[in-house]
């Protein structure tokens, strides 16, 4: 993946929050806390870990009926502008356990998800093209 620099504009700073539910999760975690820090700082992101901080939340993972009503509740929580990035065939559809009596059928049931990012699970660059996905569609 090519980098550039992205112009997130100047009334916020993007900050993201990982909620990492499930073995999706680790790519997130290798994506903005791994090796590559000067990728992210590139594309204008910088990894917060609190929800009143974050303007981007990305979902990974399997999401249970049970952790549905604190993933909204950490939504919530974040100010206003704020984007969801869905990552892996769990968050986005339930994955294999979508005919689990007790899965979420993709967090886009409850939450307005701006990046669907493919795989199970997606390569850590798989996120970062994501992030990009989103700067081209708030831009």
Avoid: F
């Avoid at 700082?41 to 009503?69: I, K, N, Y």
């Avoid at 990035?85 to 689990?100: E, F």
């Amino acid at each position: 993946m090519t980098v550039s620099t992205l112009d997130w504009g100047t009334t916020y700073r993007v900050t993201v929050l990982d909620l990492g539910l499930a073995c999706c999760g680790v790519e997130v975690m290798a994506a903005l806390e791994g090796h590559r820090p000067e990728q992210l700082a590139a594309l204008g992101v910088d990894p917060v870990h609190a929800a009143g901080e974050a303007h981007v939340l990305v979902v990974s993972g399997t999401v249970t009926d049970v952790m549905l009503p604190v993933v909204i509740a950490t939504y919530q929580e974040m100010p206003e502008p704020r984007y969801v990035i869905s990552v892996g065939a769990c968050s986005n559809t339930g994955g294999p356990y979508w005919d689990s009596y007790s899965v979420t059928k993709g967090i886009d049931q409850a939450l307005p998800v701006h990046v669907a990012v493919p795989g199970c699970p997606p390569r850590p660059e798989a996120l970062l093209d994501g992030l990009a996905a989103l700067h081209r569609m708030v831009s």
